[in-house]
């Protein structure tokens, strides 16, 4: 099949021994390849991985990008914003909105009826793994441990009916726990001496500190979502979360050691509150209590042989995993209730848990402001999290996710769950993870799991009264485990790239030896600077053609490249910003005086120079000779331009001339050629020095030259 050739033989202005012509042949039903280019380039046949001849024949004039512009009919910036802000408020946009904002209309009609007892299990085995670790965290944000199963209620059905993905599973998450437990510490501290009555009115405060902090959530992630801010997680990478919720695991870990030897230790804040909270736990080892401390040690050990040894079998072997943690909670309920541990042995239980939905409540409004910045890092953490364990199981099952609707979705839960009396919520990496390797279909698997809770919650709340607290300390040390193992990502990232590694170790190492919000802080930070390092220090590239072909590519990189005397191609990769505008012309005009006089400070010296002869001799020789050098600059992976980058490039054409040496700029985005335009950038540099590729701008160059 040969398609038509493309030529233009009315384009009387350019060159006409520089045209080619694209011509595609296939001489093989097995579409096997060999490439051969006519008129200034030829190739020889070469071997393809496909074992065919595909031909390639390019035969058209030269453009510059006017010429361009002109036939092939350029749509401006201006007329295509007028296309994307057209109104249009039609029935089927309006169902297209309506099917966003409440997922299950998009997946239930093509729900298969096979996948229900699946999602019914793995629905059951997530609540028998969420509640006692719902429980464990809620203790660990210093509220009663009846919040954690208002909060593995409403938020996993809320996410259920508004969420995107098939395996979040959402909930109470140990880091977002251990900073509102810092939060609530502090606004509701428990007292030293007090009565029942006392510690009731505690435990009432505490629960509307926590539920203000989740209102406060809501209100940040309406804002977000409102703004379309979920496009934010691309500044929160891979490595910053780990290396964040690695330090920030020890900081849990160090938050319930002394529960699991039940003794009292002083609150610390700040740099290096891991070496006081040690400190301290050692002075009090003399007076840790014996029980709760043996409890401890075999339920740790129990979970562990559960967790490592015993359920990988069982998943291979039947595809459910044993819940161990429910097998450890009823078992030591009932042998603290029989053995009486807390009257005998003076072990703390979790004692009474109200049963029933809590009726709803106003947060704590007056201190709504206070209470806002310092929900800020814990929102951070939620939505770097959720996203990332959102997009992880989507792309690892291959399905489409909408992160912008995940955000509504998470704003909306804390704002409703806020008036429940709820903690804020998260993806469960963990409880995720076993949703997807039990190979959930749908959240018919959430709301299955969110129905069990609201079971428990309706009639098994006494029966939970002699729980052991050092049980649900004990839950949270060994789901920490997972946590700790991120630490095996730092060789590979070490090989792979060093400024990532970096971005892990600052992440971890401030987290570490601060504390978990002040960590959080110096991690985005440090990522933001790896950003405009990058940016501010990009690879600047010199190209060459490969043989008998048009392509251009790293001198570096290949050994069979040639170049053109008289021709510099430079490639630069980055956006051309303020903050690297004046490095890309000081690269620039190096490079020319570099490869044309041998001395990169040429410039440099002309300037220093009392004389003028040989600035003038320069420049006038240049001029009567016309450019008879040429440094065509590929702006093909700039995607961005500022008015900066702009001068720059005025800047570049100034300076390089004053070497006998014409700029060309080839492969420009629309965008940033309009940029040009707007910025007045063609009242000085002509337009017909714009070119739509690098090999334009090359055979431009060689005519010019040849004049």
């Given at each position: 099949?040969?398609?038509?050739?493309?030529?233009?033989?009315?384009?009387?202005?350019?060159?006409?021994?520089?045209?080619?012509?694209?011509?595609?042949?296939?001489?093989?039903p097995?579409?096997?390849?060999?490439?051969?280019?006519?008129?200034?380039?030829?190739?020889?046949?070469?071997?393809?991985?496909?074992?065919?001849?595909?031909?390639?024949?390019?035969d058209?004039?030269?453009?510059?990008?006017?010429?361009?512009?002109?036939?092939?009919?350029?749509?401006?910036?201006a007329?295509?914003?007028?296309?994307?802000?057209?109104?249009?408020?039609?029935?089927?946009?309006?169902?297209?909105?309506?099917?966003?904002?409440?997922?299950?209309?998009?997946?239930?009609?093509?729900?298969?009826?096979?996948?229900?007892?699946?999602?019914?299990?793995?629905?059951?085995?997530?609540?028998?793994?969420?509640?006692?670790?719902?429980?464990?965290?809620?203790?660990?944000?210093?509220?009663?441990?009846?919040?954690?199963?208002?909060?593995?209620?409403?938020?996993?059905?809320?996410y259920?009916?508004?969420?995107?993905?098939?395996?979040i599973?959402?909930?109470?998450?140990?880091?977002?726990?251990?900073?509102?437990?810092?939060?609530?510490?502090?606004?509701?501290?428990?007292?030293?001496?007090?009565?029942?009555?006392?510690?009731?009115?505690?435990?009432?405060?505490?629960?509307?500190?926590?539920?203000?902090?989740?209102?406060?959530?809501?209100?940040?992630?309406?804002?977000?979502?409102?703004?379309?801010?979920?496009?934010?997680t691309?500044?929160?990478?891979?490595?910053?979360?780990?290396?964040?919720?690695t330090?920030?695991?020890?900081?849990?870990?160090?938050?319930?050691?002394?529960?699991?030897?039940?003794?009292?230790?002083?609150?610390?804040?700040?740099?290096?509150?891991l070496?006081?909270?040690?400190?301290?736990?050692?002075?009090?080892?003399?007076?840790?209590?014996?029980?709760?401390?043996?409890?401890?040690?075999?339920?740790?050990?129990?979970?562990?042989?559960?967790?490592?040894?015993?359920?990988?079998?069982?998943?291979?072997?039947?595809?459910?995993?044993?819940?161990?943690?429910?097998?450890?909670?009823?078992?030591?309920?009932?042998?603290?209730?029989?053995?009486?541990?807390?009257?005998?042995?003076?072990?703390?239980?979790?004692?009474?848990?109200?049963t029933?939905?809590?009726?709803?409540?106003?947060?704590?409004?007056?201190?709504?402001?206070?209470?806002?910045?310092?929900?800020?890092?814990?929102?951070?953490?939620?939505?770097?999290?959720?996203?990332?364990?959102?997009?992880?199981?989507?792309?690892?099952?291959?399905?489409?996710?909408?992160?912008?609707?995940?955000?509504?979705?998470i704003?909306?839960?804390?704002?409703?769950?806020?008036?429940?009396?709820?903690?804020?919520?998260?993806?469960?990496?963990?409880?995720?993870?076993?949703?997807?390797?039990?190979?959930?279909?749908?959240?018919?698997?959430?709301?299955?799991?969110?129905?069990?809770?609201?079971?428990?919650?309706?009639?098994?709340?006494?029966?939970?009264?002699?729980?052991?607290?050092?049980?649900?300390?004990?839950?949270?040390?060994?789901?920490?485990?997972?946590?700790?193992?991120?630490?095996?990502?730092?060789?590979?990232?070490?090989?792979?790239?060093?400024?990532?590694?970096?971005?892990?170790?600052?992440?971890?190492?401030?987290?570490?030896?601060?504390?978990?919000?002040?960590?959080?802080?110096?991690?985005?930070?440090?990522?933001?600077?790896?950003?405009?390092?990058?940016?501010?220090?990009?690879?600047?590239?010199?190209?060459a053609?490969?043989?008998?072909?048009?392509?251009?590519?790293?001198?570096?990189?290949?050994?069979?490249?040639?170049?053109?005397?008289?021709?510099?191609?430079?490639?630069?990769?980055?956006?051309?910003?303020?903050?690297?505008?004046?490095?890309?012309?000081?690269?620039?005009?190096?490079?020319?005086?570099?490869?044309?006089?041998?001395?990169?400070e040429?410039?440099n010296?002309?300037?220093?120079?009392?004389?003028?002869?040989?600035k003038?001799?320069?420049?006038?020789?240049?001029?009567?000779?016309?450019?008879?050098?040429?440094?065509?600059?590929?702006?093909?992976?700039?995607?961005?331009?500022?008015?900066?980058?702009?001068?720059?490039?005025?800047?570049?054409?100034?300076?390089?001339?004053?070497?006998?040496?014409?700029?060309?700029?080839a492969?420009?985005?629309?965008?940033?050629?309009?940029?040009?335009?707007?910025?007045?950038?063609?009242?000085?540099?002509?337009?017909?020095?714009?070119?739509?590729?690098?090999?334009?701008?090359?055979?431009?160059?060689?005519?010019?030259?040849?004049?």
């Amino acid at each position: 099949m040969i398609p038509e050739k493309i030529s233009d033989e009315s384009n009387e202005k350019m060159p006409s021994q520089f045209d080619y012509e694209r011509l595609i042949t296939t001489t093989s039903p097995n579409i096997s390849s060999s490439i051969l280019m006519s008129s200034e380039i030829s190739i020889e046949d070469s071997p393809s991985l496909l074992n065919s001849n595909l031909r390639l024949r390019i035969d058209r004039n030269v453009y510059d990008h006017q010429k361009f512009d002109e036939e092939f009919n350029f749509i401006n910036t201006a007329e295509s914003q007028n296309e994307f802000f057209k109104f249009d408020c039609s029935w089927k946009k309006v169902k297209q909105f309506g099917k966003n904002l409440f997922p299950p209309i998009k997946w239930l009609p093509k729900y298969k009826k096979i996948y229900l007892i699946r999602d019914i299990i793995v629905g059951l085995t997530i609540c028998v793994l969420s509640i006692p670790q719902a429980m464990a965290y809620a203790t660990l944000a210093n509220i009663p441990a009846v919040v954690g199963l208002y909060s593995s209620f409403f938020p996993t059905l809320l996410y259920a009916l508004f969420g995107t993905s098939r395996h979040i599973m959402y909930g109470m998450f140990a880091v977002p726990a251990l900073m509102v437990g810092a939060i609530v510490e502090e606004f509701a501290p428990l007292p030293e001496m007090a009565n029942a009555t006392d510690f009731a009115a505690q435990e009432e405060a505490a629960i509307k500190i926590c539920a203000t902090i989740t209102f406060c959530l809501g209100i940040i992630f309406a804002i977000m979502a409102f703004l379309q801010l979920h496009i934010l997680t691309a500044y929160l990478s891979n490595h910053l979360v780990t290396g964040f919720t690695t330090a920030a695991s020890f900081h849990v870990l160090a938050s319930q050691l002394p529960k699991l030897i039940s003794v009292k230790i002083q609150s610390h804040m700040g740099f290096f509150k891991l070496g006081y909270i040690t400190y301290d736990l050692f002075k009090e080892i003399p007076t840790l209590n014996w029980m709760s401390t043996l409890i401890s040690i075999v339920s740790i050990t129990f979970l562990m042989i559960g967790k490592y040894f015993i359920n990988p079998e069982m998943i291979t072997k039947f595809q459910v995993p044993v819940p161990f943690e429910l097998i450890l909670v009823i078992t030591t309920t009932l042998l603290s209730h029989f053995f009486n541990f807390h009257d005998d042995y003076g072990v703390g239980i979790v004692e009474t848990i109200p049963t029933g939905v809590p009726p709803p409540k106003l947060p704590d409004f007056s201190s709504f402001f206070v209470i806002l910045p310092k929900a800020i890092p814990i929102a951070v953490v939620i939505f770097g999290v959720t996203l990332s364990v959102l997009k992880l199981f989507a792309k690892k099952h291959d399905y489409k996710v909408n992160p912008a609707q995940d955000l509504r979705a998470i704003a909306c839960i804390h704002i409703f769950c806020s008036f429940f009396s709820c903690h804020p919520g998260s993806g469960s990496l963990s409880r995720s993870a076993v949703a997807s390797q039990l190979g959930s279909k749908s959240q018919i698997a959430g709301i299955t799991s969110a129905s069990v809770v609201l079971i428990v919650l309706l009639w098994a709340g006494p029966f939970l009264y002699d729980l052991p607290r050092c049980v649900l300390a004990s839950i949270i040390f060994v789901a920490l485990q997972s946590m700790f193992v991120q630490v095996k990502e730092l060789p590979k990232l070490w090989k792979t790239s060093k400024i990532d590694f970096a971005i892990w170790m600052v992440s971890f190492l401030a987290t570490f030896f601060y504390d978990v919000s002040e960590g959080l802080l110096i991690a985005v930070g440090f990522a933001l600077f790896t950003v405009i390092y990058r940016i501010q220090t990009p690879k600047s590239i010199s190209l060459a053609k490969a043989p008998g072909t048009e392509l251009y590519r790293d001198i570096k990189k290949y050994r069979k490249l040639e170049t053109y005397e008289n021709i510099l191609i430079l490639r630069y990769d980055a956006p051309l910003l303020f903050i690297n505008s004046g490095k890309f012309v000081e690269t620039a005009t190096k490079l020319v005086a570099k490869e044309y006089f041998g001395n990169s400070e040429i410039l440099n010296d002309m300037e220093n120079n009392d004389g003028e002869e040989d600035k003038i001799s320069l420049k006038t020789s240049s001029i009567q000779k016309g450019h008879e050098r040429y440094l065509i600059v590929d702006l093909s992976t700039v995607s961005q331009i500022d008015q900066m980058g702009v001068e720059a490039l005025k800047e570049l054409h100034t300076e390089v001339a004053k070497l006998g040496t014409m700029v060309l700029i080839a492969a420009p985005k629309s965008p940033v050629r309009e940029l040009f335009d707007a910025c007045g950038f063609f009242s000085a540099v002509s337009k017909n020095l714009f070119f739509p590729s690098i090999h334009d701008a090359v055979l431009f160059a060689q005519s010019r030259m040849n004049l």
